[in-house]
């Protein structure tokens, strides 16, 4: 802007002059002015585009989705969260050195609120914590060799998200006869099942915990399953129902950093 200003005030002083040929001159100067600075900012770009794809990338996840996009700073360390397309799917990727990712509080929040955000927009399967790649290359061919596994898995959870539920028994109460914690547990799932397209139950990592379960939900019943767990709160008062989500769906789909390139895989 200041060098725009400058031209034109010695536009001005040679048109008091009558010097109207180096006027002429300058006003076609200034007019080339805005393409130029275009140009440069363009070569800039491409230039930092291509040092981009020399750098490390920490994968969060794949999407159905073939364009590039920036979803802003969002990532690990304030990172960009951007895609890197191939055919009709995307890595959901931010530069990050390679083998500095420690499975910390802080990196594991930030890992999880950008699959959150993403999930706002777009179907995900997820990838494990700390996935990273040493450049995009490299991405790009593993990306081509795992297509069809993640367009499988993207099939399998698309439009869904994952919710949990956890059973746990009041501190004054203990079930005499086991049977009647199994029938508990199974009339649970059974009201769940209903508004829910695949559940997982897993362990069991407390006495008073008699219920660890996932379950794969479309978005559009999140609500309705919300208010199935609370009347399942309302009929047994003995347990604690510990709703959580949505979520990832980790426990159904997922992607792997193996010996063999990506492993996108159903569970």
């Not at 109207?20 to 002015?33: N, V």
């Not at 769940?192 to 479309?218: H, P, Y």
């Not at 008062?237 to 997922?254: E, I, R, T």
Request: with cysteine.
């Amino acid at each position: 802007m200041p060098k725009i200003n400058e031209k034109l005030t010695d536009s001005d002083k040679n048109f008091d002059s009558a010097d109207y040929e180096k006027a002429i001159k300058l006003s076609g100067e200034i007019e080339e002015l805005p393409e130029k600075a275009r140009l440069e900012a363009s070569k800039k770009a491409e230039e930092e585009k291509e040092k981009r794809k020399e750098e490390a990338k920490y994968f969060y996840c794949i999407i159905p989705f073939s364009k590039d996009v920036s979803f802003g700073n969002i990532g690990m360390n304030n990172c960009e969260v951007y895609t890197i397309p191939y055919r009709d799917v995307a890595a959901v990727v931010s530069d990050y050195p390679m083998n500095d990712c420690e499975l910390t509080d802080d990196n594991t929040r930030g890992h999880a609120a950008v699959l959150r955000q993403v999930m706002e927009e777009y179907t995900v399967v997820p990838a494990e914590f700390g996935a990273t790649i040493k450049n995009e290359r490299i991405l790009g061919r593993l990306l081509k060799e795992a297509y069809y596994a993640a367009r499988e898995c993207l099939r399998l959870v698309d439009n869904k998200v994952e919710l949990g539920l956890k059973a746990v028994l009041n501190e004054n109460f203990t079930f005499v006869d086991p049977k009647k914690k199994e029938e508990c547990v199974s009339d649970i799932l059974a009201s769940l099942e209903t508004i829910t397209k695949q559940a997982t139950t897993g362990d069991l990592f407390s006495d008073r915990l008699i219920l660890n379960a996932s379950f794969l939900v479309d978005k559009e019943a999140a609500d309705a399953f919300s208010e199935k767990v609370s009347e399942l709160q309302e009929k047994y008062h003995m347990l604690k129902l510990l709703y959580s989500g949505p979520w990832a769906p980790y426990n159904f789909v997922s992607i792997k950093i193996g010996p063999k390139g990506i492993e996108a895989s159903k569970k």
